[in-house]
């Protein structure tokens, strides 16, 4: 009779693997054919992976493309936290800038935007959570803040159109011309009770 194994563990360390080949992947067939000519089927091929891991994961091109072009700018990372919030807004619209004026960075929104569909894309998403995160830390604090469909439409989209449509428009000192056309008459405080 032969000694029976325990059958092995995944430890993530593969899953993490199939990640990043996966974006690798996808970056550089965008960069190469454009997001229209990019396939499940390729960017398998380029990842080393079975196509059937990309179905189960994300379900379409569409999906993949969204978060890789999100992955970039890291959802996990600290949001500006001055204690003032046009300054953390500041800081926050800087980051964007600069993580979008980026050409790869770009290109990845463009092909996200053109896929997206109907709805919010995830890109969009994940910022309107980042900015409702800035102006709830300003409304609990009794702080005057926007609301966060005015920083949506005044800083976030503005920022998000220059890097899709006219990418050598998107310079970071553009920030202080958007916060310079706010109407900062308009900020509230919410109370929370």
Known sequence: MGIEEEPRR????RSAAVLAAVRAAVEELIAERGSDRVTIPLIAERAGIN???IYR???DVSTVISEVATFRLDPDRPLPDTGDFRQDLSEW??????HFAKPESAALLRAGAARAGDGDSDCTSKRRIEAAVLVDRASSAGRPSLTVDQVINHVVAPITYRAIFTPG????????DLLAD??????????HV
Do not use: M
């Open 10 to 13: 995944r430890t993530g360390g």
């Open 51 to 53: 196509p059937t891991s």
């Open 57 to 59: 994961r994300w379900g």
């Open 93 to 98: 619209a800087w980051e964007l800038a600069v």
């Open 169 to 176: 428009a998107l310079r970071p000192d553009i920030i202080q």
């Open 182 to 191: 706010i109407d900062w008459s308009t900020t509230v405080v919410v109370q």
